[in-house]
């Protein structure tokens, strides 16, 4: 008799496949400035270090609604964790034995944004397809991991720039390497099902034909933006903008943001039945357009990093929130809608970054100004968020 599938080795899994995109996300803005000081690499230049991330992430994830279903899941996770474990390590050697530091830092890059690519497409259908209850509450709960390891490359990279001095941060990239590299070996053995079996999956030319798909990416746009503008340069923020130490900026900035970032992930995957989601993110959509004015407005210190960590308490639903509302109402859109949609977040992830910097660098390095004009992307989502609440009201649903 054949033993059931335990599914949750593949929920381990998929855990430390969010753990390990927030390593392949965060670990980098923390050295945004170290590299300024290290590689003479001025703002502007360090600026593109997201934008490639996420462009990356975006180009992998448009492949991915054309390959990820023909070769199929298991070989494609596995894929995404070999090449983040493979940049995190190369990081250490290629932008010495390069003639042009930056070049190196952007190979290694775009190697381990095509794994969080990946993982941005592969791991939420994969939890999805497991036969799990309360799927809004297993999803929230999922993506919450992205927050904790997003804590954790914080809290254990200042401990260890505390201990060995940020001069040694090669060595901890290859540290970092290793949790992608033990992750291969688990999705090789979990159990992974199809989310729709072949031919029942729809196409990228229906989607396209469904007005509320559109409103969907809106909103994954404006998420993925509102959220990685805040957090890709929380660190630099704290450190610059409001005077305060390395050390502080790293744990008073991104570390506070991830915090509440997951707390509110977890909040709402313990509360999903009891919530009406597209009513609780526009009340979170206005939160988040607060934050970005009082971290940028604000005169005194104290506020503006008040306004930093609350932003992430702000974003915590929306990105799987989002998921949710899509997988409800189209359960057919498999593979090719969660690539879309995940394309959507890191177009909004790429776009928001850059500007921010762009910004900040054209008005002398200040990234208040920056942020201050980050703020059009909650302004776009509650607008979105309203006009999905009255699609609803009529009943236009996407179609199954």
């Keep these: 008799m054949a033993s059931k599938p335990n599914y949750q080795k593949t929920l381990l899994a998929c855990y430390l496949g969010f753990v390990t995109q927030a390593i392949t996300a965060n670990f980098a803005p923390l050295l945004f400035l170290t590299f300024r000081s290290e590689y003479f690499i001025p703002l502007d230049k360090i600026a593109l270090i997201p934008l490639v991330f996420f462009m990356t992430q975006i180009l992998v994830d448009f492949a991915a609604t054309k390959f990820a279903d023909k070769i199929g899941y298991r070989a494609c996770v596995i894929t995404s964790q070999a090449v983040s474990a493979a940049g995190l390590a190369l990081m250490a050697v290629l932008p010495d034995a390069l003639g042009d530091p930056f070049i190196g830092i952007l190979i290694c890059v775009v190697l381990y944004a095509m794994g969080a690519g990946l993982i941005e497409v592969l791991i939420s259908p994969i939890v999805e397809a497991c036969p799990f209850e309360n799927k809004d509450g297993m999803m929230s709960l999922l993506h919450s991991f992205y927050c904790w390891g997003w804590v954790g490359v914080i809290l254990i990279s200042t401990l260890f720039f505390t201990l060995f001095g940020i001069e040694n941060w090669k060595i901890l990239s290859v540290i970092w390497a290793v949790i992608p590299f033990y992750n291969t070996f688990n999705f090789i ?83 999903s039945d009891k919530l009406d989601l597209t009513k609780t993110m526009l009340f979170c959509g ?53 690539a879309l949609l995940a394309l959507a977040g890191d177009l909004g992830g790429s776009i928001g970054p850059s500007m921010v910097g762009n910004i900040a660098s054209f008005m002398g390095g200040n990234l208040k100004y920056g942020l201050f004009f980050g703020s059009v992307f909650p302004v776009l989502l509650i607008a979105g968020l309203i006009l999905l609440k009255r699609k609803v009201k009529r009943n236009q649903k996407l179609p199954h």
């Excluded at 079996?197 to 969907?216: A, N, S, T, V, Y």
């Excluded at 939160?287 to 971290?295: E, H, S």
């Design 286 to 338: 206005g939160l988040c357009l607060f934050c970005y004015f009082l971290a940028s407005l604000s005169p005194h210190p104290v506020f503006g990093l008040i306004g930093c960590a609350l932003c992430g308490l702000s974003v915590g639903i929306m990105w799987p929130g989002t998921l949710s509302i899509s997988a409800q109402k189209c359960p057919k859109g498999g593979t090719v809608m969660f």
């Design 189 to 271: 053995n979990c159990p992974i099902e199809r989310l729709v079996e072949d031919g029942e999956g729809m196409r990228i030319g229906q989607l396209f034909r469904m007005p509320l798909f559109w409103l969907l990416a809106l909103l994954m746009v404006c998420s993925g933006a509102s959220e990685i503008s805040m957090s890709q340069w929380a660190s630099a923020f704290t450190e610059s903008a409001l005077g305060v130490s390395k050390t502080v900026g790293d744990l008073a900035g991104p570390c506070l943001f991830a915090i509440l970032m997951g707390i509110a992930r977890v909040y709402y995957g313990k509360m």
